[in-house]
């Protein structure tokens, strides 16, 4: 199977503008979370989609937002771009969810750059 | 879990060397545990974990985690590190039947020849 899959997996944007990242699941796994990972902080963990239904969200602002589509694709938007929001976004993907025993699978990341 | 701690942000290592990396934990509830390893320019992947039963877990490359819960830890050992084994080791904790899963900040294991 082929794994989780993240595009684009580099970006430059400026404050202000805003920005959609792309998550592909691996096949069959219905749960997909993103986090945003920043040194120092580790994984702050954004939001988690099941079955197209935003099952969890994190504490971050509302100018952070996703969607899931019915083939379990999931986008994120970062609306107004401020330079704190320059991460590695990362899109795990599980068959149940992302919590109990359940092992996430992650993709390799999206560097986002502010400026 | 109301907290995930990983004590070392950074662990210098000479090649075969032993080494332990350090996970405390604090919850009120029987927890999961797991490591996860990030290698450079990729994401994270689960090492090992432990769910229940014996509380010392083994991965296949060598590296072994013990569950002690009276000190609510879960630290990452292995007896003989090698240059491949530099990455970022990420502790992880969920409770069981919650929603809760909290990531330490990670430790950045980093082997010299």
């Known amino acids: 199977k082929a794994g989780v899959t993240q595009t684009p997996r580099y970006l430059i944007k400026t404050r202000g503008q805003q920005v959609t990242l792309s998550c592909s699941p691996i096949s069959g796994h219905r749960s997909v979370s993103w986090y945003q990972q920043t040194p120092g902080q580790g994984l702050q963990f954004l939001f988690e989609?099941?079955?197209?239904?935003?099952?969890n969200k994190g504490n971050f602002p509302g100018r952070f937002s996703g969607r899931q589509f019915s083939n379990s694709r999931s986008e994120m938007n970062v609306s107004t771009l401020e330079l704190g929001d320059s991460a590695l976004y990362l899109c795990?993907?599980?068959?149940?969810?992302?919590?109990?025993?359940?092992?996430?699978?992650f993709g390799p990341g999206t560097r986002l750059t502010v400026l | 879990a109301q907290s995930v701690t990983q004590l070392d942000s950074q662990v210098p290592v000479f090649e075969e060397a032993p080494v332990e990396l350090r996970c405390n934990y604090s919850?009120?509830?029987?927890?999961?545990l797991f490591w996860y390893v990030q290698y450079p320019n990729q994401g994270l992947q689960l090492l090992l974990k432990y769910l229940s039963g014996s509380t010392l877990v083994e991965s296949i490359n060598g590296f072994e985690a013990e569950f002690n819960k009276s000190q609510t830890s879960f630290h990452l050992r292995k007896p003989s590190v090698h240059i491949s084994d530099t990455a970022e080791y990420f502790c992880a904790v969920s409770e069981r039947n919650t929603d809760k899963l909290i990531f330490g900040t990670g430790t950045r294991l980093q082997v010299f020849p």
């Open positions: 795990a993907s599980s068959p149940e969810g992302r919590t109990g025993y359940n092992e996430q699978f």
């Open positions: 989609y099941f079955s197209e239904t935003q099952r």
């Open positions: 919850s009120s509830v029987s927890v999961y």
